[in-house]
Nanobody, 119 residues
Framework: EVQLVESGGGLVQPGGSLRLSCAAS????????MSWVRQAPGKGLEWVSA????????YYAESMKGRFTISRDNAKNTLYLQMNSLKSEDTAVYYC????????????WGQGTQVTVSS
């Protein structure tokens, strides 16, 4: 059974940092590209970032460039998202998802982790 389990969310003040993790199991992790997608309250899904199977290529939505860093540890079957300089508009539930290639259809999703940026 494929499982993606996010963690690391929480309440942080504007300008602060958080590191999200996504633990993967039930599939060959390094056969897949991975992405982070978020959903703010009352809004639709927004793609955040993606990383190729070996971590050699990374991609970001424009508003996240320079603030967020995606990475992966294939030995630990874990995906990460380092978020710095957080803004109130980053408040959302953050999901990780896998896809055969970057930009491909998402096959599996995690349950999400809540990030709240507020003073």
């Amino acid at each position: 059974e494929v499982q993606l389990v996010e963690s690391g969310g929480g309440l942080v003040q504007p300008g602060g940092s958080l590191r999200l993790s996504c633990a993967a199991s039930g599939f060959t992790f390094d056969d897949y590209a991975m992405s982070w997608v978020r959903q703010a309250p009352g809004k639709g899904l927004e793609w955040v970032s993606a990383i190729s199977w070996n971590g050699g290529s990374t991609y970001y939505a424009e508003s996240m460039k320079g603030r967020f860093t995606i990475s992966r540890d294939n030995a630990k079957n874990t995906l990460y998202l380092q978020m710095n300089s957080l803004k109130s508009e980053d408040t959302a539930v953050y999901y990780c998802a896998n896809s055969p290639v970057v930009g491909g259809f998402f096959g599996s999703w995690g349950q999400g982790t809540q990030v709240t940026v507020s003073s």
